[in-house]
T-cell receptor
Framework: DSGVTQTPKHLITATGQRVTLRCSPR?????VYWYQQSLDQGLQFLIQ???????AKGNILERFSAQQFPDLHSELNLSSLELGDSALYFC????????????FGPGTRLTVL | GIQVEQSPPDLILQEGANSTLRCNFS?????LQWFHQNPWGQLINLFY???GTKQNGRLSATTVATERYSLLYISSSQTTDSGVYFC?????????????FGTGTRLTIIP
């Protein structure tokens, strides 16, 4: 158990819908990262937050947004869902910014029908 | 951005065999991690090894940062070692700490 929790584990929804994925980092970790794993793109970085502030953005679609709350948990919002958004979404956390080990949650498997 | 290549892409071994997985990266890094993704999809941290050598039971890893590669050694393979092994790297400068992942090595251990 990495100490990073994600809910829900599985999500099945229809095209055009909106979903929210939730992540709680390890106790004491201030950085939260979101990654997407799809069959065609592999594991890709989406976005990073540090202590409530956005720190870095990767190839995140405009239909996707995220935030980190004062209690440090984070949510990833996916809207106007398309079939191609079906993927495994991971949250990771780490301590201070800079070179530091990232620990991954169990992931949320999203299926868009 | 940094490019990460892993080899071989697939590896099929008998139980008890040893294996070496390789990760090459294109630029200087100060974070390198090895992960095992099990059949249930979980990403399990194996090593945080931006340089040097570490060992954990039957697994060990070596990173030669100056030559931009890392090796993961698995000895006396067990069926539970099956899955995909990922190398991921980052160069963080108190800005973007994103990990860039390789495409993985799929390891299958046959009883």
């Amino acid at each position: 158990d990495s100490g990073v929790t994600q809910t829900p584990k599985h999500l099945i929804t229809a095209t055009g819908q909106r979903v929210t994925l939730r992540c709680s980092p390890r106790s004491g970790d201030l950085s939260v990262y979101w990654y997407q794993q799809s069959l065609d793109q592999g594991l890709q970085f989406l976005i990073q937050y540090y202590n409530g502030e956005e720190r870095a953005k990767g190839n995140i679609l405009e239909r996707f947004s995220a935030q980190q709350f004062p209690d440090l948990h984070s949510e990833l919002n996916l809207s106007s869902l398309e079939l191609g958004d079906s993927a495994l979404y991971f949250c990771a956390s780490s301590g201070a910014p800079g070179a530091d080990e990232q620990f991954f949650g169990p992931g949320t498997r999203l299926t868009v029908l | 951005g940094i490019q990460v290549e892993q080899s071989p892409p697939d590896l099929i071994l008998q139980e008890g065999a040893n294996s070496t997985l390789r990760c090459n990266f294109s630029d200087s890094v100060n974070n390198l991690q090895w992960f095992h993704q099990n059949p249930w999809g979980q990403l399990i941290n194996l090593f945080y090894i931006p340089s040097g050598t570490k060992q954990n039971g039957r697994l060990s890893a070596t990173t030669v940062a100056t030559e931009r590669y890392s090796l993961l050694y698995i000895s006396s393979s067990q069926t539970t070692d099956s899955g995909v092994y990922f190398c991921a790297v980052a160069f963080s400068n108190f800005g973007n700490e994103k990990l860039t992942f390789g495409t993985g090595t799929r390891l299958t251990i046959i009883p």
